[in-house]
């Protein structure tokens, strides 16, 4: 089955850097990749996607790649912001969705 | 990390039965748990928020006499699908939280209503 890892686990930033977390997957058949932020003690949220199909997707602040060559997808998050400050899911949709382990990512005012 | 174990991984039932989906938090006690569900090729639709001890909270659309959820205790919250329909095949996801935390996942579930 599908498998996902996800690095780094821990992530800490001065705010107005640039935040990266990279995610790998096992499985081409993968076609779909989300990408969760979670506040402390509120629920995932969708806050960006990419299709197979595409090799790069941006909103706003954040972005995300897609290798399918190398199975690896990233986020990247440019003039970070405190509020910023969350755990970050990556997840492989083969079409069941798998999760990476999650990045604990800290802004520093 | 914790451990969130979702039962079972993989189901198929004759339309017009039930199915039960459990959702455990192994090593820690979760306060709230989600529930997901995955529509092919779209991400995670929220369908209800579980408490422990009290009554779900359920998304706009999400029939609650359909989709029952229960979360009795800390370590357990089960959905349960009533009166399968082959519409209702899909693919489950639950999430826990323990208070001011990290959620995690379980591993899903595949419902095959045929």
């Known amino acids: 089955g599908e498998n996902v890892e996800q690095h780094p686990s821990t992530l800490s930033v001065q705010e107005g850097d640039s935040a990266v977390i990279k995610c790998t997957y096992s499985d081409s058949a993968s076609n779909y990749f989300p990408w969760y932020k979670q506040e402390l003690g509120k629920r995932p949220q969708l806050i960006i996607d990419i299709r197979s199909n595409v090799g790069e997707k941006k909103d706003q602040r954040i972005a995300v790649t897609l290798n399918k060559t190398a199975k690896h997808f990233s986020l990247h998050i440019t003039e970070t912001q405190p509020e910023d400050s969350a755990v970050y899911f990556c997840?492989?949709?083969?079409?069941?969705?798998?999760f990476g382990a999650g990045t604990r990512l800290t802004v520093k005012p | 990390g914790a451990v969130v174990s979702q039962h079972p991984s993989w189901v198929i039932c004759k339309s017009g039965t039930s199915v039960k989906i459990e959702c455990r938090s192994l090593?820690?006690?979760?306060?709230?748990m989600f529930w997901y569900r995955q529509f092919p090729k779209q991400s995670l639709m929220l369908m209800a928020t579980?408490?422990?001890?009290?009554?779900?909270?359920?998304e706009q659309g999400v029939e609650k006499d359909k989709f029952l959820i229960n979360h009795a205790s800390l370590t357990l919250s089960t959905l349960t699908v009533t009166s399968a329909h082959p519409e209702d095949s899909s693919f489950y996801i639950c999430?826990?939280?323990?208070?001011?935390?990290?959620?995690?996942f379980g591993q899903g579930t595949r419902l095959t209503v045929v």
């Open positions: 090593d820690f006690q979760a306060t709230t």
């Open positions: 997840a492989a949709s083969t079409p069941d969705m798998r």
């Open positions: 579980s408490n422990e001890g009290s009554k779900a909270t359920y």
């Open positions: 999430s826990a939280l323990q208070g001011y935390t990290e959620a995690f």
